[in-house]
């Protein structure tokens, strides 16, 4: 169990830090017209990007094959969620407001609980 929440670590990581590269590389382009598509499809930090993505995938699957369904994709989702948060707020300032943190917390509280769940299993 521990093995897969390390590689739910890995994947949300690897995930969150894809798309933040695109999002940054977004700031500057508007995307209006097929030659500013292309531009932007083969700059080097948007290639970068896809491959740090498409790693995530690779080790999702290694996620899928070293733990249970049910406790694989919630716990890499919440781990995904919560580096998406922290990404947001740190990096492109992002407001949290009460309800955000609330829904932390919760989302937090649900991955111990099924973590718990998943060793009474065991």
Request: a positive charge.
């Amino acid at each position: 169990m521990i093995k897969t929440i390390l590689y739910c670590i890995i994947y949300a990581f690897l995930n969150v830090s894809g798309a933040a590269l695109i999002k940054l590389k977004l700031k500057d382009c508007v995307l209006s017209t097929f030659k500013e598509w292309v531009y932007f499809l083969f700059n080097v930090q948007v290639i970068i990007a896809f491959v740090f993505i498409f790693i995530s995938a690779l080790v999702m699957f290694k996620v899928l094959s070293s733990g249970s369904f049910s406790f694989a994709i919630p716990v890499a989702t919440g781990i995904n969620f919560i580096f998406t948060l922290g990404v947001g707020y740190f990096i492109f300032k992002d407001n949290l407001n009460l309800i955000s943190l609330i829904g932390f917390v919760l989302i937090l509280a649900g991955i111990l609980l099924l973590s718990l769940n998943n060793q009474q299993h065991v």
